[in-house]
T-cell receptor, first 114, second 117 residues
């Protein structure tokens, strides 16, 4: 079946540093790709998404590009803030019985220090 | 717009006891999901409803887990009897309607953290 692999955390950065969180996927077909974020004590929130190859999703300074040739969807941000500290999940949407099903990676915890 | 509501937020039970979790999705959302998130892992889909019908329960351990959405609105997930390995966060999510096309955004509740001792 389809799967998502993302880099292990925790990732610890100083404020204003550049962030990359790697995500690769295995899928039959052409899934949509997502990044969800989970802040402490809260539910998952959609951060950004891309639905086809070469699409770039962006939100709140975060970006990720759907790379079909490398089956990747790496998350980047040019300058992180303390408020970006959270757990980030990469996910793909798999078709199952005519419906969409999200497959998540294990998550990467980001800690940003002042 | 109110988000996805879940209760309780925390529950501690002993193994072999039973427990139930409740979810109220965003108003008008036809599709509802229950996920299990074990510590250090990503959420895993347990069951998906479209209105009051089950469309995917392939990963639901049906010998001990059950779920219902009788009126196509709120939903209950039950575990009976619980095992130690059921300790996890149980997340509920909803989306407007899954028509099988491009996947639409799922909105998640805060989750219920279950500890089985």
């Amino acid at each position: 079946g389809d799967s998502v692999t993302q880099m292990e955390g925790p990732v610890t950065l100083s404020e204003e540093a550049f962030l990359t969180i790697n995500c690769t996927y295995t899928a039959t077909g052409y899934p949509s790709l997502f990044w969800y974020v989970q802040y402490p004590g809260e539910g998952l929130q959609l951060l950004l998404k891309a639905t086809k190859a070469d699409d770039k999703g962006s939100n709140k300074g975060f970006e990720a590009t759907y790379r079909k040739e490398t089956t990747s969807f790496h998350l980047e941000k040019g300058s992180v803030q303390v408020s970006d500290s959270a757990v980030y999940f990469c996910a793909l949407s798999e078709k199952s019985g005519g419906y969409n099903k999200l497959i998540f990676g294990a998550g990467t915890r980001l800690a940003v220090h002042p | 717009e109110a988000g996805v509501a879940q209760s309780p937020r925390y529950k501690i039970i002993e193994k072999r006891q039973s427990v139930a979790f409740w979810c109220n999705p965003i108003s008008g959302h036809a599709t509802l999901y229950w996920y299990q998130q074990i510590l250090g892992q990503g959420p895993k889909l347990l069951i998906q409803f479209q209105n009051n019908g089950v469309v995917d329960d392939s990963q639901l351990p049906k010998d001990r887990f059950s779920a219902e959405r009788l009126k196509g609105v709120d939903s209950t997930l039950k575990i009976q009897p619980a095992k130690l390995e059921d300790s996890a966060v149980y997340l509920c999510a909803s989306t407007i309607r899954d028509r099988g096309g491009a996947s639409s955004e799922q909105y998640f509740g805060p989750g219920t953290r279950l500890t089985v001792t």
